[in-house]
């Protein structure tokens, strides 16, 4: 381990960067605020958040336009603020944050997604009578997000992806008196907590092996080039290094957040939670975390790596990905409830983003995440908007029809479904998953995930029209009939579509400005992008699935409308298949019957050990107290009283006894008395003899 | 035997008998005569031995012996006065009877 | 020893006897009024001529009289119908022999002590009176107390009775 390093001293920081810290700040404060509040004060606390968070978006967007600003003028901008948290003896805990365009995109989207959701949450909440509770959680949710996107420590990070882990359970259990909801907020956290062990266990080997928790320190930081050096020297084991196996366990930790397979049994039960907070933290931020938390770690991850190659953390992390994509994705094929189908979708789309990051980098997977955070943001908070015209009816199957009666409903979700496909070149994710594919296609180690992760938007167009099919077309067949919601939910709507289009156009091949941005270099726009060899097949490939899959769905399900109790189509094609897609691949039933019958087998054991065999040893030494003080009892009354009293009665016969000399009548006084005195002579006249 | 011995004897006898009637008679007043019958053996011990003794101009058994009878006759009137008052209070002389003091 | 000593040892031994076994208790006081004259015929026998006439008038003349005065008073002259003797007469009996026992043991073993013959004393009245008054003076005016208090106590025991006897007959 090396010495504890002091830190040194900064180069010139902007003021934007020193005053960086608010951002998360104000909005925990606000929370804090709005703990403190009655629950009728609603407008209060509603104000408190999206006023706190109105503060941070300005702030971030302050930090992303210096940045914007350095970029232009050339200068790739790195600013670190780091601080002494806690020192003990020679070695010190430093906490710090950081702004470099990686940071500043995330700001900027994190709080402008999160401000739309707070003001859809005006709407979508106002019938709830724990409205204070709700926004209380939400700003303080906000706040540690922002937390952990400006994190410079990974101590920092944890603290803050901790405080976000706890937020989440607060709010998908929000509705606590359901029991669903309350299960399902336990499983969340406790599934991510798995993951959050073996981060922690990254965490600690990082700080073991090199000193110090900051990422960035004027070189001195733990994944800088000194410390990777080291790192890389370090042999762990199965022929890894130090760093890949620091590595995998972070990715381990990303995983648990962000829903990969094998735990991401928690996102689809989190659907318990209000709309608002399934849009907020299961698809535009939290789940992103894992993701951006792999971004941020990139160097590490990618230490080691020849030119060209890939390390066998990137290959983990990539091979995970794809197949989360296509698993994920096949389960959402067959699922009835309008959350679900979704949720299943957010987790494939984790998969994707992932699968970028370890194939082609921080930009593609990243990219890929900002435009997902917008379009699957706009297709919830569409889908609260659904549940809530509907009169809180959330199975697809008792809907439809509902173009003509919540038209702007439709034409929002209709401009989210068609980005989440990747709908050729007006829809953001199509320029977004297209460079995705573009890596995979490149990727050195093999091919499978490139078709893999092609099969995946197949199945993605497939389960989303199939989605929209249900809910916006053929006829209504719900109970009381469907209106559209109030402005205030449907304009937040209308500004997430815009962005769900526009954003496209800051990635594509022709002007790749996000990937420059992030790199730090210069972009320019020249059609030559578009020559590049194999990338139009690609394009054409990827709109050929698409199509192919939006036609087949509508094949199966297009205008139709079977009843609520009749099979699906696609189970009377496929029966067989269809049960196992209903059932997510009896996943859940599978950690049942193993972890978790395992566990209850444990924990019968030890309540088994417990009682008996500690409480037996308790109840030993009880019983052996008892015995003695029974003995004591025994030897008081018996031996002591009882001696005592016994000793007593036998001087009173004794007394009794002797007083039957005292007869009262003189002449036995008298015979005593001549005997006494026979007795004395007696003797006088033995002694004296001579 | 000297004439000594034999009246030491005699007194001894005597002795025994009123201490023998002393003992076992009921009547409280016979139990006074036996008292008197031993204060009289006594003083014939004491007699004897200022006769048979060392120095009998002296005139010290003598005098013990006149001593002698003017506190038995004393003791006899108080004594029968109180067995008198016995009767009157208890109306019988019978000792048997008389065991108030008994413990 | 003379055939007078052991006639009068005789006559004194059976009063005493009569007055311990007979059954009237006036019968017993006159046979102890006989043990005492034997027993003042035998202190004439020891030349204490003062001693016996003292012995007659003293005991025969007062206490005799004043134990049958008792008798009379106290209405012992009747015999009573439990018998005379106490249920545990033999306990007494056996203690009085052994008194004796010790008592004549004492005497046979100190026989040797002792001389056999001495001359008679020359006692007279007039000797008897100097040394009352002279080297006994003490006991005599003690013996005076002794008797007059024994006088006044034996008339305010008496008296009592009387007195408490009228408070009693008068409520």
Known sequence: MQEAISVAPQLAVSPIAEILWLIPSVPIVAAGLSALLKQSRRQTSATLAIGSLSFSLLLSLFAFVHVLSDWMAGIATREIVNFTWIQFGTSNVDLGWVLDPLSAIMLVMVSFVGLLIFIYSIGYMKHDENYTRFFCFMSLFAGAMLGVVIANSLLLLFMCWEIVGLTSYLLIGFWYQRPAAAAAAKKAFLTTRIGDVFFLLGIVWLFAQTGTLLLYNNGAGSIESASLHLLLSQPALLGLTAAGAIGLLIFAGAAGKSGQFPLHVWLPDAMEGPTPVSALIHAATMVAAGVYLIARVYPLMQAGALAGGTTTALTVVTWVGAFTAVFAALIAVAQNDIKRILAYSTVSQLGYMMAGLGMGGVAVGIFHLITHAFFKALLFLGAGSVIHGCHEEQNVRRMGGLKSDMPLTFLTYAIGMLALCGFPLLFSGFWSKDGILEAARHWSVAKAPFYMLVFGALLTAFYMTRQVAYVFFGHWRGGKLAHESPAVMTAPLAVLAFFAMALGFIGTPAWPWFRAFLDGRAAGFAWRGFMESGLLTLMGTSTVMVLAGIILAWQLYGDRSPKPTAPDALEKIAPVAWGWLSSKFYVDEFYGVTVIAFYSWWARVTDWLDSRVWGGVVAGVAWAFGMGARLNRFLDTNVVDGGFDKGCEELTVGGGLLSRVQTGRVQTYLRILALAVVALAAILIWSSRT | ?103 | MSIVFYLLAAITVAGGLAAMLLKNTVHCALALTVAFAGLALLFLNLDAQFAGFAQILIYIGAVAILVVFAILLTRASETPKDGVFSKTWLAGLAVAAAVFAVLGWAVMQSVRVLPHETAVPEVTVQQIGVALVGRYVLPLEIVAVLLTAALIGAVIVAMHEKVGHEKEEGK
């Open chain 2, 1 to 103: 035997m000297t004439p000594l011995t034999g009246y030491l004897l005699v007194a001894a006898l005597l002795f025994s008998i009123g201490l023998a009637g002393a003992l076992t008679r009921r009547n409280a007043i016979l139990v006074l005569i036996g008292i008197e019958l031993m204060l009289n053996a006594a003083n014939l011990n004491l007699i004897a031995f200022w006769r048979y003794g060392p120095h009998p101009e002296a005139l010290t058994g003598m005098m013990f012996a006149i001593f002698s009878i003017a506190v038995a006759a004393a003791e006899a009137a108080v004594g029968l006065g109180l067995v008198i008052q016995i009767h009157r209070h208890a109306k019988t002389t019978d000792l048997d009877q008389m065991n108030r003091m008994k413990g």
